[in-house]
């Protein structure tokens, strides 16, 4: 098998984020899946090991790694797999991974009201995130969470 296109960013050495990847876009990245049934595999390509299958459309996942059909990909468990590009959405999502309902305030302040909040393992979408703070929407409301507080949030890589 030859993985010639394969982008590996987690042991990538310094400087190597200005290396074009087969997609153009950066790696580590966030993406959502796109179907609400995807093929987790052990390897690029229909013929490696199915490891699991994803069942939740619009999951944030982090783009870890890719070839030029294949994306691999960390999800908010810690789960390592590869599934096929067309399966991934260019869309932003977080997911609360907390064990605890996550304030959205009202302003990206500390110490600000809440505006709602996100419920334990629901998701939200992402709108943008400026100065350490991120504005998310979910079911009609929107707030702000300190960058890094939802998973889908931290532009630093999430699974090693």
């Not at 789960?79 to 996550?102: F, Q």
């Not at 304030?103 to 943008?128: D, I, Q, T, W, Y």
């Amino acid at each position: 098998m030859i993985l010639a296109g394969l982008v590996l960013a987690a042991s990538a050495p310094a400087g190597a984020a200005d290396r074009p990847t087969p997609s153009g876009y950066p790696v580590p990245r966030y993406v959502t899946l796109k179907f609400g049934k995807v093929n987790a595999r052990s390897g690029p390509g229909d013929d490696h090991r199915l490891l699991w299958v994803y069942s939740t459309r619009g999951l944030p996942v982090q783009v870890v790694a890719e070839t030029a059909e294949w994306r691999r990909v960390c999800d908010p468990e810690g789960g390592l797999a590869w599934v096929h590009k067309r399966t991934t959405d260019g869309r932003r999502a977080v997911i609360n991974t907390l064990n605890r309902p996550a304030p959205l305030l009202h302003r990206p302040k500390a110490g600000a009201e809440p505006a709602a909040f996100l419920n334990v393992r629901a998701m939200a979408s992402l709108v943008r995130c400026e100065k350490g703070w991120c504005k998310v929407k979910a079911d009609g409301a929107a707030g702000w969470v300190r960058e890094g507080s939802l998973w889908g949030t931290a532009e630093a890589l999430q699974c090693r």
